[in-house]
T-cell receptor, first 114, second 112 residues
């Protein structure tokens, strides 16, 4: 199993450009998540998808959109990138179950917006 | 709202010395607690977790953590640190459903 994979690994954008970050998991997990990691702030949840066909906002959703394409894939889109969106983005997925479940993380995408 | 505080931004220990990383949480009910480790340029890997039961939990790589309800703490410990333990460590608290909050992280440096 590859676990959680993310593409691309690195990206540089100019202000106003758009891009989509891709995430896929092969663990048959129902729930998937997008986080951003900034120095001194830990990880903050952007959006999550509890199951295929559903998405919900997290702590910092402004400036982002998501699509749960199918059970395996969960993409994050920046429609008009801003320098404040320079960050490392992590995708995660979690084991299905009735209680809170641990999350498994991808390797991250390092995004710089100039 | 639930929150997690890791008071130490950066800790340096000598190889072979013991380690304790502090984590305090704020949450009304019994939380689900996690410690993750992040090596440079990598994603997060789960070290251990606490859901219920025995308050001393064992994890991978020789780490353990103790849940103390009275102190709202979940400190991570290791009796003898190895150079390969140098990384950033995150404490996290989860609640029912999909909400999870991370601390700001503690960066561990290991001196030879």
């Amino acid at each position: 199993n590859a676990g959680v994979t993310q593409t691309p690994k690195f990206q540089v954008l100019k202000t106003g450009q758009s891009m989509t970050l891709q995430c896929a998991q092969d663990m048959n997990h129902n729930s998937m998540y997008w986080y951003r990691q900034d120095p001194g702030m830990g990880l903050r949840l952007i959006y999550y998808s509890a199951s295929e066909g559903t998405t919900d906002k997290g702590e910092v959703p402004n400036g982002y959109n998501v699509s749960r394409l199918n059970k395996r894939e969960f993409s994050l889109r920046l429609e008009s990138a801003a320098p404040s969106q320079t960050s490392v983005y992590f995708c995660a997925s979690s084991v299905p179950g009735s209680s809170y479940n641990e999350q498994f993380f991808g390797p991250g995408t390092r995004l710089t917006v100039l | 709202a639930q929150s997690v505080t890791q008071p130490d931004i950066h800790i340096t220990v000598s190889e072979g010395a013991s380690l304790e990383l502090r984590c305090n949480y704020s949450y009304g009910a019994t939380p689900y607690l996690f410690w993750y480790v992040q090596s440079p340029g990598q994603g997060l890997q789960l070290l251990l977790k606490y859901f219920s039961g025995d308050t001393l939990v064992q994890g991978i790589k020789g780490f353990e953590a103790e849940f103390k309800r009275s102190q709202s703490s979940f400190n991570l410990r290791k009796p003898s640190v190895h150079w390969s333990d140098a990384a950033e460590y995150f404490c996290a608290v989860g609640v029912w459903g999909n909400d999870m909050r991370f601390g700001a992280g503690t960066r561990l440096t290991v001196k030879p």
